[in-house]
């Protein structure tokens, strides 16, 4: 059976390619940023990541270690000539070569992941940090390549979602980590718990999103988001939080472009629609922090949400 790793690294490679697969033979020929390589370079260069990576985690998994040389990226995309080749081409060694790695981290014993592997001059790390960070460096290049087919609007849409999926992941790991006592402590009278906040979130993107983008009925009571005291589980409120950012999320992905620019009024204030989400995600963003914050007084621990 796959571990959850192995799982998340074949998701990461799906994902990948469907961003890659929307992308044109015209596109594939521009270059990513000015100065930069074309995308047929930026696709060959995670080729070979992928070839370079497979062989250490082959290695590191049979014999428990691993001390190999670096690659010298520039020189290994030039002699591969990757701007010559037709974009389906790349795309197409691209995918073989991956899809056989999935099938190596697939099998990569439990018990080797902390096999620790020196790459170059670079500090030892273990095996599953190179995993971890193929599917880091796999997901910058293709969120690059598929921004260069994207139209602004697209762009926008998909930055906000990606946005909002990684403020509720963050928020649900801080609360997960937390008592019902320790969700609902409040710093002073004038001071909002996590449970304030998470209610607070709540009531706010249904509002926004929910009412304002997807027509829902407005039940908002946002006096009593914030005079809560308690009285709900951690796990009852958590899963409002959840649900509400499904259904939003979910809204936004069915939106159809064109109305972005439509005017709606939630709270009584009409404005866009990409206002509205713009609203949404900087809230988010904002609590989320709050959130963090007060978890990190709460337990002392280094939460690691944005290691390098």
Not at 126 to 142: G, K, M, N
Not at 238 to 252: C, P, R
Request: proline share 3%; glycine share 8%; aromatic share 8%.
């Amino acid at each position: 059976m796959p571990n959850q790793l192995a799982s998340a690294f074949r998701a990461g490679v799906s994902s990948a390619l469907a961003k890659f697969q929307q992308i044109n033979e015209g596109v594939a020929a521009a270059r990513v940023r000015p100065g930069g390589w074309t995308c047929k370079e930026t696709l060959g260069h995670l080729i070979d990541s992928a070839l370079n990576n497979h062989q250490r985690f082959v290695r590191a998994s049979l014999d428990g270690s691993y001390d190999g040389p670096a690659y010298e990226q520039q020189s290994w995309v030039n002699m591969h000539g990757y701007c010559d080749l037709p974009w389906s081409e790349v795309l197409a060694h691209w995918q073989r070569q991956n899809d056989l790695l999935c099938a190596v981290v697939e099998r990569i014993p439990e018990s080797k992941y902390g096999a620790l592997c020196k790459v170059g001059a670079d500090a030892p790390v273990t095996l599953r940090f190179l995993v971890e960070d193929y599917l880091v460096h796999l997901h910058h290049h293709a969120d690059q390549i598929g921004a260069a087919g994207a139209s602004p609007s697209q762009l926008f849409v998909g930055y906000s979602l990606e946005k909002m999926k990684q403020m509720a992941a963050q928020v649900k790991e801080c609360v997960q980590g937390l008592s019902d006592e320790q969700v609902w402590q409040r710093s002073g009278d004038n001071a909002n718990s996590i449970g304030n906040l998470l209610l607070h979130l709540a009531g706010n993107i249904r509002q926004w999103i929910g009412h304002g983008v997807g027509g829902l009925a407005d039940v908002r009571e946002r006096d009593k988001e914030f005079a809560a005291r308690g009285g709900r589980s951690t796990a009852d409120i958590l899963g409002l939080f959840d649900k509400t950012i499904a259904d939003a999320m979910q809204i936004v992905k069915e939106l159809p472009l064109e109305r972005l620019t439509e005017r709606i009024k939630p709270q009584n204030r009409e404005v866009a629609i990409l206002e509205a989400i713009y609203q949404v995600v900087g809230h988010l963003q904002l609590h989320a922090g709050q959130i963090i914050f007060a978890t990190k007084q709460t337990t002392g621990k280094d939460l690691q949400f944005f290691r390098p």
